[in-house]
């Protein structure tokens, strides 16, 4: 048993997309969140910079006492995950991309086309695609940068006609040219825009790797007894590096009503 809270990290307020899952799976887990709102976005940002800054919030993290890292964010995971592990050898430390990546590679039987929309830099990465068809080759993926979603959903701007629009200018032709029956939302801010997609493509399975981490997150504290009990009482607390009424707004929105969510600014040095 172990009561601290786990840490999570992303750009902004996309990470928040895997509070809920942990809230339905693992209601006695406490949260340290950080969204570095005033950075946000990193998916454009050279690999130095964006280490840099996963750098200063992972530390940071670490001086809260976290009894884990999720790096809530697909951008460092693609980028920045193996050398926060070395930075950081005594806490388990997890990305988004590989707990989905692995079960899509475990799970698909037949061929399949399978699209991965993400920021431009995870989609330079090619980290989908090298898990996935390395271990599966009947997986066919292709790739799809969409930089426009995440300024739109860090202004709030989300069920409305214009990311509709935003949305069809990226992937209508994706979808058809490529005749693709799956899509993974490779952004954590994505899911955010699942109400859109299923209007816009109905027939289209989304896959969410804010979920799926979810269950690697309860595998790893199971199998290390590091659960959280239920007498467990301590509030979550979010950190953004800029004040943000999105960030209000989403934090409302994602965590349960009952809990005790304190807010707090803090920003570090460029
Ligand atoms: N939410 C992030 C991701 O999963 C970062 C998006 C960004 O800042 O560009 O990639």
Do not use: W
């Amino acid at each position: 048993m172990d009561n601290r809270p786990i840490g999570f990290f992303d750009s902004g307020v996309g990470g928040l997309t895997c509070i809920p899952a942990l809230q339905k799976n693992l209601p006695n887990e406490r949260v340290v969140f950080y969204g570095d709102t005033a950075r946000t976005p990193y998916g454009s940002k050279s690999i130095d910079t964006i280490k840099k800054f996963s750098n200063q919030i992972a530390d940071y993290l670490v001086s809260h006492n976290v009894k884990m890292i999720v790096i809530a964010c697909n951008t460092i995971s693609a980028t920045c995950l193996d050398s926060l592990r070395r930075r950081h050898p005594d806490i388990p430390i997890i990305g988004v991309i590989e707990p989905i990546a692995n079960r899509i590679a475990a799970e698909e039987k037949e061929e399949v086309r399978i699209g991965v929309i993400a920021t431009k830099v995870t989609v330079a990465s090619g980290a989908y695609s090298n898990i996935i068809t390395s271990k599966n080759k009947k997986v066919k993926i292709f790739s799809k940068a969409c930089p426009a979603f995440v300024p739109l959903i860090e202004e709030g701007i989300i069920d409305n006609e214009i990311m509709d629009l935003t949305i069809k200018y990226y992937l209508d032709d994706f979808i058809i040219d490529n005749n693709l029956e799956k899509i993974v939302l490779g952004c954590t801010h994505y899911p955010y825009l699942k109400k859109n997609f299923g209007r816009l493509y109905p027939d289209i399975k989304l896959l969410n790797p804010s979920e799926e981490v979810i269950n690697e997150v309860e595998r790893i504290l199971r199998e290390k007894d590091m659960l959280a009990d239920e007498n467990n009482s301590a509030m979550h607390l979010c950190y953004a590096s800029d004040t943000s009424e999105n960030f209000r707004n989403m934090i409302d929105a994602v965590f349960d009503e009952a809990q005790d969510v304190k807010i707090e600014f803090k920003k570090f040095q460029d």
